[in-house]
């Protein structure tokens, strides 16, 4: 403290740096758990509930923050890393077409980098192996899933948090598979690994790193759900 005009004046302490945060989203995972968990989008369409990644990240970067205890350090938005499947251009020409048109508009904000892996489709085969093709000669596919694209989710992690620029890594993901990620970015000891999981009372959503006190997670619920929702037609 020091006095000026003869009044006794404490200088401002300034604010703590805010951290900065890298969101890596499991998309279909992060999607479809929502879009499941709370009865305001169950009865709609998948594609009708479909997460802006902007959104999502603002709101969950929001209400972690507003969960902070007082002298806890705020989080800054840096990117957000969004992985998710491709339908084929073969199989799915329109469900491909969308999923471009959608990277797009979700990467006129810098900070969204989203990528692309091309979905594994199983195919209805005849004895010999070979695929059974319908009356207009297109093969029968008689399911599709996404492959590899945990992993992806779980190297960004890794990635994010050896950049020095990076001072938190959010995973977002459901995924009991990347269980092992959270290990990892614990063991590493470089940014700190924070995790996500959709919340609603009635139902239950598998958390990363439930039971470890050294990880803090984010709940966020059916408000902040429909505030995530991408209401763009394509």
């Given at each position: ?8 004046t404490?200088?401002?302490?300034p ?10 989203l ?12 709370f ?13 802006d ?32 499947g491709?339908p084929?251009?073969?199989h799915?020409?329109d469900?491909?077409a ?9 990467e ?14 199983d ?39 050896l950049r ?12 009991s ?8 970015l ?11 999981a ?6 239950f959503?598998?958390?990363l ?6 990880v ?5 619920d ?6 995530c ?6």
């Amino acid at each position: 403290a020091f006095f000026i005009g003869g009044r006794m004046t404490t200088p401002a302490v300034p604010a703590p740096p805010l951290l900065r945060t890298s969101v890596i989203l499991d998309y279909q995972n992060v999607h479809l758990v929502g879009h499941d968990i709370f009865p305001s989008s169950r009865a709609l369409a998948r594609h009708e509930t479909l997460v802006d990644p902007l959104h999502f990240a603002n709101q969950l970067i929001h209400h972690r923050n507003a969960n902070q205890r007082a002298g806890h350090r705020h989080a800054r938005l840096a990117d957000v890393w969004v992985y998710r499947g491709q339908p084929s251009n073969k199989h799915d020409p329109d469900d491909y077409a969308r999923s471009l048109a959608q990277r797009a508009q979700w990467e006129r904000d810098s900070r969204v980098h989203v990528t692309l892996r091309p979905l594994k489709y199983d195919l209805q085969r005849d004895a010999a192996g070979r695929p059974v093709r319908d009356v207009r000669g297109c093969e029968i596919v008689t399911g599709k899933r996404e492959k590899g694209v945990d992993v992806l989710c779980a190297l960004a992690a890794v990635r994010e948090a050896l950049r020095p620029e990076i001072d938190v890594v959010m995973l977002c993901s459901h995924d009991s598979d990347l269980e092992p990620a959270v290990e990892e970015l614990l063991r590493l000891g470089a940014a700190k690994v924070e995790t996500f999981a959709w919340h609603h009372p009635e139902r239950f959503a598998y958390q990363l790193a439930r039971a470890n006190t050294a990880v803090w997670n984010t709940y966020l619920d059916q408000t902040a759900f429909e505030n995530c929702r991408d209401r763009t037609t394509y």
